[in-house]
Each structure stands twice: as C-alpha cells, then as structure tokens.
C-alpha cells in the first residue's frame, strides 16, 4: 500500500526566507502532484512531476523530483506573504491520488 | 478557461435528510473524481468515473451513492446523513491529455 509523508506539517516563517517542503512515497509511481489550498477553497494545480530529475519552477516555488530515493521537494525561494496556503503532495497509485497530509505555511510580514 | 462547476456550493442538512451534490467536469474532460474533505485532513477519495462507468472506489459509505450522466455530469446522492458527514466535498476533473486533476469549488455540507 503506498503511503505519502509530508514535512513538516506546519510551518511558520518570515518573508524574504528561503525553505523546503518534502514529500516521501514508499513505493514506486510515475506521477506525483503538487497542490495548493487556501483555507475553505479548492485545490489548485502547482505541478506534476513525471520523471526523475524532473525540475519545474514557477515564480518563488521549485519542484523537483528523486524517484530512486522516492522523495519530492518543493522550495520556496524569498516568501512572500501570498505564498501562505496549505501544500498538499499527491502520488499516483493504481489509478488514485494518494495524498500526503498537507504543509500549512504561514509566512509573516 | 471553463472550469469544473459545483453546485450547491454550501448545503445545510439535517440528520437523516438526503443530499444530492452535482459537478460539471471541464469540457471534455471524461474522467470524474469525488473527494471528501474534512477540517484540517487531506482529501478522501470516494469514486470516479471514466466515460460513464465507474472507474474506481475508494472510501465512500454505502450510504453514498454516485453516477456519471450522459452529457459527462456527475451527482453524488448521500442518504442517511450523519453529524460526521459535514465536510467539504470536491470534485476534480481530468482527461487523458492533461494528467492532472483540475478541482472543482467545492460544496461545504454542514450536518445539523
């Protein structure tokens, strides 16, 4: 059964730091997903990562991903205050996403 | 873009009572996900849909039920409703050419 670690699951920090977001898997998948949440909304697509090594970047966040050492990362680069939100990292297993338990970020002015 | 339309987007419901939540997919898009989401948990797979078959279940209560109609929108009829059934229930939408599940609004069912 493929389980998703996430941490940490709770993380506060100041703008203008760098941090990381990890996400393990225990067993092998060919997709992995990263999204988004505000409190009380839906789910909003960041990336999906398909192969290992494969890096994507978008603004402030960097995804990457190691599928030998089944490990994800997701880097914030300079936060800023919009970037608080919930993180959730999802794995492809017989067809479902099997999510981990989600990062809340909360970055201070 | 079109995106994947939920509706209600909020339902107040009694125990017992019966709750039907309705998702229209993105334009073809042909696979439908449902997924229950309680405060501070991640989401809970209960079923799909691929070109109107039920394609996978996962934790939905016999309680629950759900279809995928013709023009490619989906119900999710809850019957029965219990105080722990409160919880926000998304649909997300996907096709074979993107890979990725887009998600719906939600609807937020609050069991009274």
């Known amino acids: 059964e493929l389980k998703v670690e996430q941490n940490p699951l709770f993380l506060s920090m100041q703008e203008g730091k760098n941090y990381t977001i990890y996400c393990n898997y225990s067993?092998?998948?060919?997709?992995l997903y990263w999204y988004r949440q505000d409190p009380g909304k839906s789910l909003e697509s960041l990336f999906v990562l398909l192969s290992n090594g494969a890096v994507k970047q978008e603004g402030r966040l960097m995804a990457s991903l190691d599928t030998k050492a089944r490990l994800s990362t997701l880097h914030i680069t300079a936060a800023v205050h919009d970037l608080s939100a919930t993180y959730f990292c999802?794995?492809?297993?017989?067809?479902?996403?099997?999510w981990g338990a989600g990062t809340k970020l909360i970055i201070k002015p | 873009a079109a995106g994947v339309i939920q509706s209600p987007r909020h339902l107040i419901k009694e125990k017992r009572e019966t709750a039907t939540l309705k998702c229209y997919p993105i334009p073809r898009h042909d696979t439908v996900y449902w997924y229950q989401q309680g405060p501070g948990q991640d989401p809970q797979f209960l079923i799909s849909?691929?070109?109107?078959?039920?394609?996978d279940k996962g934790s939905i209560p016999d309680r629950f039920s759900a279809q995928q109609f013709s023009d490619y929108h989906s119900e999710l009829n809850m019957s029965s409703l219990e105080l722990g059934d409160s919880a926000l229930y998304f649909c997300?939408?996907?096709?074979?050419?993107?890979?990725?599940?887009?998600f719906g609004p939600g609807t937020r069912l609050t069991v009274l």
């Open positions: 999802a794995v492809v297993s017989n067809y479902q996403l099997i």
């Open positions: 997300a939408s996907s096709s074979e050419m993107t890979d990725t599940q887009y």
């Open positions: 067993t092998t998948s060919d997709r």
């Open positions: 849909f691929y070109e109107k078959m039920q394609s």
